[in-house]
């Protein structure tokens, strides 16, 4: 089984999660605790610039959860590792969800009052449906990306797009073999 290191501490690597624009998600286990390991990556991103990922990573962790967002804690973070420890919030993604018409409209209700939260914040999160994970009907933001609020990439003018089944849905679940 594979290992990750993060300040010391190992973690049993179970499988990979995901790949976001800055990493590699992994479920993990601390002891018998599943946890995520997020390991920074530096591949190129064409539509997105980076600065410092791993700072990035854990302001944007401090902004959301000082809005009130429900994210996972964040458990430990190895900066010269560029590694992240969090907590797992085991659930379907709203992606996941939407695929296969389970979707109930508590989470479009939930993410409402979270953009409710975010916009007087001037805050945006990725909307995007793989980064919400819905848990004892809890939705939670998975991700820590955010950004200073622009109207072209809120809510109800991106990201909805992708809490259906639109064209824009089916089109990238076509390109991702969904």
């Known amino acids: 089984m594979e290992r990750l290191n993060v300040n010391g501490k190992e973690y049993d690597i179970v499988k990979l999660l995901g790949k976001g624009k800055g990493g590699y998600s992994y ?3 601390d002891g018998d605790k599943r946890v995520v ?11 997105y610039q ?6 990035a990573e854990m302001n944007d962790y401090n902004r959301l959860k000082g809005i009130g967002i429900a ?4 458990i430990d973070a190895d900066i010269r590792e560029e590694r992240i420890v969090k907590e797992y919030i085991d659930g379907k993604t709203v992606y996941e969800m939407v695929w296969r018409d389970e979707l109930p409209p508590h989470c479009l209700e939930q ?3 979270m953009c409710a939260l975010l916009y007087p914040a001037n805050t945006n999160i990725d909307y995007f449906p793989t980064n919400f994970v819905l848990q004892d009907n809890v939705l939670y933001y998975i ?3 955010c950004n200073d609020y ?4 809120n809510f109800e003018n991106w990201g909805v797009k992708y809490w259906s089944k639109t ?8 390109e991702h073999d969904k």
């Open 27 to 29: 479920l993990a286990l």
């Open 37 to 47: 390991v997020k390991q920074i990556h530096h591949e190129p991103c064409d539509y």
């Open 50 to 55: 980076f600065g410092n990922k791993i700072e």
């Open 71 to 74: 994210i996972p804690k964040m």
């Open 111 to 113: 993410v409402r009052n």
């Open 143 to 145: 991700d820590y990306e």
């Open 150 to 153: 622009m109207e072209e990439w």
């Open 167 to 174: 064209s824009e849905f089916l089109k990238y679940a076509e």
